[in-house]
C-alpha cells in the first residue's frame, strides 16, 4: 500500500494536478490538509471519477482537512478529544484541522497542526495546546491498544531538527523550531511512535513561494508522519516527491509518500 500526504494549500485550485499526481504516482491513500473550502465545495467527482472515496471536514477559506482512499474508507473520526478551540470573531472555534479513518485496516490522520505565526502570538500557545491535547488522545489510544496501526500524517508545522531547516539564524527568533515545539511534538515519540520517513527521506517538505526559496533548495521539514511500532515495522521505504513541488500553480509544499508492506 503506498499512502502519501500532502498540505495542497487549496483543493479547488488544484484538484485535476493533485489527481492526476496520485494515479501516475500510484497512491492508494492521500492524506490532504489547508484544503480551505467547506464540504460541500469539495471537488469531489474529480476522485469519484479515479476511483477514490474521500471524507472531508472544511471549514471555508482556512484550515481544511481529508482523507482519499481506494482501499476503503471506515470509521471516520473528525477531531479528536479534548481539542482546544480558537476564538474567530470572538467565538470559540473547533478548527477544521484533524479527521482520521481506517484505510486497509490502519487507522490514517489527516492532521493540520497550528502555525503559531510568532513566539508572542496567542495562536502560539494556543499551537501548544493542540499539540498536547493530540499527545494525550494518542497516548491513552495506543495504551488502550499496543498493537495498533496507525498512521499520524500531515503538516506538522514544527521543525523537529535544526538540520530540518536551511538556516538556523534565520529562524532563531521565529517559530516552528522554539523548544516548546520540538517538546510537543517529542512526546509522540516518547510515547513510542516512530518519525518513519526520517531513515529515508530526511530533506525539506515545504519551500515559501517569496524569494526563490525552492530554487534555492532553502526549505524547512514540517511535513512527516509519525507511526505506531506495529505500523513502522511495514515501512519499506519513504519520499518527498521534489517533482511536485516544480509544477506550474504547485503547493509550496511536496507530498511524502510512504511504502506500506
Known amino acids: 500500500m503506498r499512502v502519501a500526504t500532502w498540505n495542497v494549500n487549496s483543493i479547488r485550485a488544484r484538484s485535476e494536478s493533485v489527481v492526476a499526481w496520485m494515479e501516475q504516482a500510484e497512491i492508494d491513500v492521500l492524506a490532504m490538509q489547508e484544503t480551505k473550502c467547506h464540504d460541500d465545495a469539495f471537488p469531489l467527482m474529480s476522485f469519484l471519477a479515479a476511483g477514490y472515496d474521500v471524507a472531508h471536514v472544511g471549514q471555508g477559506a482556512y484550515n481544511g482537512v481529508a482523507i482519499a482512499s481506494r482501499v476503503g474508507l471506515d470509521d ?7 481539542v482546544p478551540t ?10 477544521a484541522r484533524a479527521i482520521s479513518a481506517i484505510c486497509a485496516g490502519v487507522r490514517v490522520w489527516s492532521l493540520y497542526v497550528p502555525n503559531g505565526r510568532t513566539p508572542d502570538d496567542p495562536h502560539y500557545d494556543y499551537k501548544l495546546r493542540w499539540l498536547d491535547a493530540l499527545a494525550d488522545h494518542i497516548v491513552l489510544r495506543l495504551a488502550h491498544d499496543p498493537a495498533a496501526e ?52 530526511p530533506g525539506y517538505t515545504f519551500w515559501d513561494y517569496a524569494q526563490s526559496r525552492f530554487s534555492r533548495n532553502e526549505g524547512i521539514r514540517i511535513d512527516y508522519a509519525f507511526c505506531s511500532p506495529a505500523l513502522d515495522t511495514r515501512i519499506m521505504g519513504a519520499h518527498v516527491d521534489r517533482d511536485a513541488r516544480k509544477t506550474k500553480g504547485a503547493s509550496d509544499h511536496a507530498p511524502v509518500l510512504f511504502e506500506i508492506s
Request: charged fraction near 30%.
Open 150 to 201: 496507525m498512521m499520524l500524517a500531515g503538516d506538522w508545522n514544527v521543525a523537529q531538527r535544526d538540520e530540518d531547516v536551511w538556516d538556523t539564524e534565520y529562524f532563531a527568533d521565529r517559530t516552528h523550531v522554539t523548544e516548546p515545539e520540538r517538546a510537543g511534538v517529542q512526546r509522540f515519540l516518547d510515547a513510542g511512535l516512530v518519525d518513519s520517513a526520517l531513515p529515508y527521506a
Open 86 to 95: 480558537y476564538p474567530v470573531d470572538d467565538q470559540p472555534i473547533r478548527e
Open 76 to 82: 471516520i473520526e473528525i477531531a479528536f478529544d479534548g
